[in-house]
């Protein structure tokens, strides 16, 4: 699997980090897949405000030039009423009020991209998040049990919704480069070599955050298995699911101590860092600004000269201002670009990950009804990294319309054998067929759609009780009838009919208004749940453990009557459930042991025997 595979080492070398920076192109696509029109919008309004500062200086130039001029003319007026009278401030007067609307315009403009940046970014985290929900809905079971796909996938998550700084970081260089650009075009004009100067004073300083920046990157992605750590023992010390147990153990002490324990040792890592950036970066800018004011002496020597007017002073020194800070902006920026970009990959390399269960070319549909059934044919399956295999040399068959209970010790393999029928996972030896054909030819969407399965430790959704039943088939969610319905068969109905809102009542504790079950209530919403699904083949495993006795025989009373037509897979270790099941096939070390009713295996004194014994002397 390429899940299983081992994560690449951090990148160190400066080929490597900037080898990131093939991520960009990629990620502005999913900044226009999120919303093309504010894209455009933002890179317009951005184009406009790159070209206003230069412009704003250029006419600062052309102000001073117009007053030295003025205040140079021989019959000048006295007083200002005298300047305003004569014909002579035309010109000044539109360089100023043209300034002024610069300014203006400069203002509303910042707002306007502040605004549109900042619904592309919500754009960009709702349509990144979805799109990494719908490719993790496409990948394999196995993976989500890989603890490495464990760690890529808590990557990917941060870095779908905490990307929208690299989005204003990009969109902020682009709209840089053209100002540096107008800037630079403007120096050039006077002095080439000043654009020389200004490049090599801001290389140290590019150095040393690129350095930084990498190292960072190196030690959050080192550290994914610890931050999940911390987020878990966050989570776990105080949550709902867990109060109960870290009140009555007392275990807040030592879940405080673990997570200040793995916060102390993030905090003494990041400190190192942060302080080797001060230090090396106040060193390395001290050096740049040798630079910097070496092409300022050269601009208070030309204008000491004669070569420049107060004018070009005020344009050239307020230019290469301007052009360092942005300079120097750029090139930090742009070291933090392809440290970001680093974090990218965690992103991008998550959607590569590809199932390897996938529908067959032109696969069969489901058959609708079953007419042979389900043949295990030699099947073995060992879970990834294991070295013990789960089931091994299985062989039986599941006959249409049969209702056929699996018993057996804890790992004997009853619940692999439900994840290999579902196909969840594939055997790595033998096959299992349906009506003859393997049954990775048909349809692998029609293949699930078609079996309602509970497993025992089936999810407590925090939502309504309606919803919590219509997950079961969800695209007939708005069909209370038929949740209405599932809910009779399953006796969840009792359940709902004492809730305050009954079906539109919020179930757990998570959300304001919640109504928490007991176990066995929840249990019966997710029995509800198959009956709701409407499936060809039903799939209990452990349906009733939280169930008391009563319930336990209404259920399965009910159970009887429901699934008879069906096929279907019944997983419990009360014996006195599983007598009502057509066949009884006992698990033993991932193998059949033995097979037959609940009379004949009694008769076989057996381990199936053995076991009913030492459970009935329990209620005697």
Known sequence: MVSSARLPPAPASFRARFSALRNLWPFLMLVWQASRALMLISMVLRLIRA???????????????????????PNRP????????????????????????????????????GLVDTLLSDRLTMSS?????????????????DAEFQDKLERARRQASGRMTLMGLLFTQMQN??????????????????ILLLALALIPAFIGEAHFNAQTYSLDFGRTPERRELDYVRQTAASVESAKEVKIFGLNGFLTDRYRELSESFYTASRKIAQQRAIWGGVLTALGTLGYYAAYAWIIASTLAGQLSLGDLTFLSGSFLRLRGLLEGLLTSFSSTAAQALYLDDLFSFFEVQPEILSAPDALAFPNPIRQGFVFENVGFRYPGAERWAVRGLNFTLHAGETLALVGENGAGKTTLVKLLARLYDPDEGRIT????????YDLDGLRGAMGVI?????????????????????????????VDAARRSLADQVIDGLPKQYDQMIGKRFRNGVELS????????????????AEVLILDEPTAALDARSEFEVFQRFKELSAGKTAILISHRFSSVRMADRILVLAD???????????????????????????????
């Open 51 to 73: 070209v206003l500062p230069v412009a704003a200086l250029w006419i600062g130039k052309l102000i001073i030039d117009e007053v030295v001029r003025l205040s140079a003319l």
């Open 519 to 534: 176990g066995g209530e929840w249990q019966k919403l997710a029995i509800a749940r198959a009956y709701m699904r409407g």
């Open 434 to 441: 349906l009506d003859g054909q393997d049954l990775r030819q």
């Open 129 to 145: 998040s979805i799109r990494l929900m719908e490719h993790a809905a496409t990948l394999d079971l196995e993976d989500f049990e």
């Open 177 to 194: 480069l053209v100002t540096v650009a107008t800037f630079a075009a403007g120096l050039v004009i006077f002095n080439p070599w000043l």
């Open 590 to 620: 991932g193998r059949v042991e033995s097979s037959g009713t609940h009379a004949e295996l009694l008769a076989q004194s057996g381990r199936y025997a053995e076991l009913f014994e030492l459970q009935a002397a329990g209620y005697r």
């Open 78 to 113: 006295a007083d200002l009423w005298g300047w305003w009278n004569s014909d002579a401030l035309g010109l000044l007067i539109a360089y100023v009020l043209a300034e002024f609307a610069l300014a203006i315009l400069s203002d509303v403009l910042g707002r306007v991209v």
């Open 455 to 483: 497993f025992q430790d089936f999810m407590r959704y925090n939502l309504s009780a309606a919803d919590n039943i219509a997950v079961g088939r969800i695209e007939e969610r708005d069909n209370r009838p038929r949740i």
